[in-house]
């Protein structure tokens, strides 16, 4: 029984470890696309204007 609990924890962690980090990286390239739309949306506001 304790074999099969530590066989489950110490190939579960790893993976879930994995995905809270992929989680953290998509959040971090949201807001990186986001600001981006933003800047090009104040670059064209100023070619607009004359």
Do not use: N
């Amino acid at each position: 029984m304790r074999d099969t609990v530590w066989s489950i924890l110490l190939t579960q962690t790893p993976i879930a470890l994995a995905c809270v980090w992929v989680a953290w990286e998509m959040r971090g390239v949201h807001r990186a696309l986001r600001d981006i739309a933003r800047h090009l949306g104040r670059l064209a506001d100023r070619q607009k204007d004359p």
